[in-house]
């Protein structure tokens, strides 16, 4: 008998939750075989990243996931062999007491937000006691060994470097998104929380020497974009020029398309959670708005991430993407640390490929909870 999983998502806010919990149900059944629910309160965010669902459907499967809408007032169900709550969100309790009632034993997880930090490790994995006797282990993601590892699906990194091997795949796929590249054109993505950093990026990729075309998917960043470039409103199509630097408002894409924007271009800004991962397995450059928490706890976060990414880079490439990646989360000015990090290029491309590489050797997420799921029964 196929074990049966139920992935419970709460959408606080964007993209993320939803994000990463479709990523993984959708991993857990082609790859693992499993029969998965995803259970998803807020049915508009699940269809902005699978368009072809149906907001109105309570129940349907969508590549292979059975997905289910979580109403307010809960109706029972048989609960799963393994239960996920995503990110700490608040399971039913009538679910709860059913799945202490049920004969043969659940595992609950909880799967933690990605982090960097050192303490991860040591708490990965850990069950703590419910009460009703039951008890819930924590999964944390992350970047080393003795956590769970990263949402990567078998054959991404080979579909990805035969794509970026391919220039004829990324023409057709920049053509099927609208986008003709000015010859010579550096091409940038931009996937970003409102940021009063942005005007002083544009006006450095304004002045610089060399062309950009920067391509951005619809989204919070587009009223900053908007007060720097002035003019009538920025809708999806909107094609601008400024000195080097054009700018082109992409749809929101799906999260396929999203993986060949980010393999397309030689630089992507990502934010949050699920975009950030992603650009370290399009093996380019990268620069992450990390989401904001209370009493700057965030930017514990990102140095933490610098610290373990930048290790084997140059004094002044360090420098730069620090300084750069410090500025576009503190709201500063980037211009300078842009400038110093184009100095660092090719070494920046290489480290970001090895980085992928080396990840990717890493076990990734599904197959860690797969196997965490064996090892407890
Ligand atoms: O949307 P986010 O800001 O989500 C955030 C983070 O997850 C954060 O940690 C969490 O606390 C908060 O939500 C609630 O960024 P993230 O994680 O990158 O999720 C965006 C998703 O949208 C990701 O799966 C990629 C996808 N995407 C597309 O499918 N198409 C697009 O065009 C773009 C720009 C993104």
């Given at each position: 008998m196929r074990a049966t999983w139920d992935i419970f998502c709460s959408v606080v806010d964007n993209y993320g939750d939803i994000g990463v919990t479709w990523r993984l149900a959708r991993q857990l059944v082609a790859e693992h075989g499993l029969a998965v629910r995803l259970w998803v309160d807020d049915a508009q965010a699940f269809v902005r990243?699978?368009?072809?669902?149906?907001?109105?459907?309570?129940?349907?499967?969508?590549?292979?996931?059975?997905?289910?809408?979580?109403?307010?007032?809960?109706?029972p169900v048989e609960p799963a062999d393994v239960v996920i709550e995503a990110f700490a969100c608040q399971l039913p309790q009538s679910y709860i007491t059913a799945m202490a009632a049920r004969e043969q034993?659940?595992?609950?997880?909880?799967?933690?937000?990605l982090s960097a930090e050192a303490w991860v490790a040591g708490c990965h994995a850990l069950p703590s006691l419910q009460a009703g006797g039951l008890s819930k282990f924590f999964f944390f993601p992350g970047f080393t060994a003795g956590t769970g590892g990263l949402l990567r699906e078998r054959d991404l990194i080979a579909q990805r470097q035969a794509f970026q091997a391919d220039a004829q795949a990324r023409h057709a796929f920049l053509r099927s998104v609208g986008v003709s590249l000015p010859a010579g054109a550096r091409l940038i993505s931009l996937f970003?929380?409102?940021?009063?950093?942005?005007?002083?990026?544009?006006?450095?990729?304004?002045?610089?020497?060399?062309?950009?075309?920067?391509?951005?998917?619809?989204g919070r960043i587009l009223s900053d974009l908007h007060?720097?470039?002035?003019?009538?409103?920025?809708?999806?199509?909107?094609?601008?020029?400024?000195?080097?630097?054009?700018?082109?408002?992409l749809p929101f894409l799906s999260q396929e398309q999203y993986d060949q924007l980010l393999w397309s271009c030689d630089f992507n800004a990502v934010r949050g959670e699920d975009s950030f991962v992603r650009a370290q397995w399009a093996g380019r450059p990268l620069l992450w708005h990390i989401y904001q928490q209370a009493d700057d706890a965030h930017?514990?976060?990102?140095?933490?991430?610098?610290?373990?990414?930048?290790?084997?880079?140059?004094e002044g490439a360090q420098a730069a993407l620090v300084s750069l990646w410090h500025a576009w989360n503190q709201g500063g000015s980037v211009a300078q640390s842009w400038n110093q990090l184009l100095q660092h290029g090719p070494e920046l491309s290489a480290h970001a490929d090895a980085w992928a590489l080396q990840q990717a050797s890493q076990v990734d997420l599904a197959a860690a909870l797969v196997q965490f799921y064996l090892n407890w029964l």
């Open positions: 990243l699978c368009p072809q669902a149906d907001p109105q459907q309570p129940t349907q499967k969508q590549q292979g996931v059975e997905v289910r809408h979580w109403p307010v007032d809960w109706l034993k659940v595992l609950w997880l909880n799967l933690e937000y970003a929380y409102e940021n009063t950093a942005l005007a002083s990026w544009l006006d450095a990729l304004a002045s610089s020497d060399q062309p950009t075309q920067l391509l951005v998917p619809e007060a720097w470039l002035g003019g009538p409103a920025l809708q999806v199509g909107a094609v601008r020029q400024r000195g080097q630097l054009y700018v082109q408002v930017l514990e976060k990102l140095d933490a991430f610098l610290a373990i990414y930048q290790a084997g880079l140059s």
